[in-house]
T-cell receptor
């Protein structure tokens, strides 16, 4: 089915470990996003990519890096995980057209 | 003050009731989105509005651009409608969304 695919769905890391969250969309959307969702905080934008080859910081970029590998894929990397990065992470993509935003199913990350 | 405000924050109702969730925003927008998130679940886009009204099944979304206000209505509510509903505004010229804090809806049988 068309949509946004995120992997992994769950991950437990030790403080200081690194990992990459993968995201791919097959809807030919230009823009892609990484959000984190914390209780009582709503969705906060970490990084986004308006088009292939460009990335920009969102509200909470510290501790993260991103790569827009091609039009389909947008990855989020934690170089040295911290307990404050325990959260649910959502990837999304969008177009200007009627289909709007599409979200991935989320990655539940726990840093111990 | 947040750029996107939702009310109420929490809403509990009985099955069958008519539900209204409100969203006010302070920025000029190109579109407004209504999203649904079930407990522990992913986020689903319900509607994208730039004017008027849209209907999908028992869900109706309206927007008044002049008043900077949108509403999401659920007719004949059902326990499976229990979820968090999130309003998100897309400012003019931007692809990024500005999110409301969400409304937690609980429908009791």
């Amino acid at each position: 089915n068309a949509g946004v695919t995120q992997t992994p769905k769950f991950q437990v890391l030790k403080t200081g470990q690194s990992m990459t969250l993968q995201c791919a969309q097959d809807m030919n959307h230009n823009s892609m996003y990484w959000y984190r969702q914390d209780p009582g905080m709503g969705l906060r934008l970490i990084y986004y990519s308006a088009s292939e080859g460009t990335t920009d910081k969102g509200e909470v970029p510290n501790g993260y890096n991103v790569s827009r590998l091609n039009k389909r894929e947008f990855s989020l990397r934690l170089e040295s995980a911290a307990p404050s990065q325990t959260s649910v992470y959502f990837c999304a993509s969008s177009s200007q057209g009627a289909h709007g935003y599409t979200f991935g199913s989320g990655t539940r990350l726990t840093v111990v | 003050k947040n750029e996107v405000e939702q009310s109420p924050q929490n809403l509990t109702a009985q099955e069958g009731e008519f539900i209204t969730i409100n969203c006010s925003y302070s920025v000029g927008i190109s579109a407004l989105h209504w999203l649904q998130q079930h407990p522990g679940g992913g986020i689903v886009s319900l509607f994208m509005l730039s004017s008027g009204k849209k209907k999908h099944g028992r869900l109706i979304a309206t927007i008044n651009i002049q008043e900077k206000h949108s509403s999401l209505h659920i007719t004949a509510s059902h326990p499976r409608d229990s979820a968090v509903y999130i309003c998100a505004a897309r400012p003019q010229g931007a692809q990024k969304l500005v999110f409301g804090q969400g409304t937690r809806l609980t429908i009791n049988p």
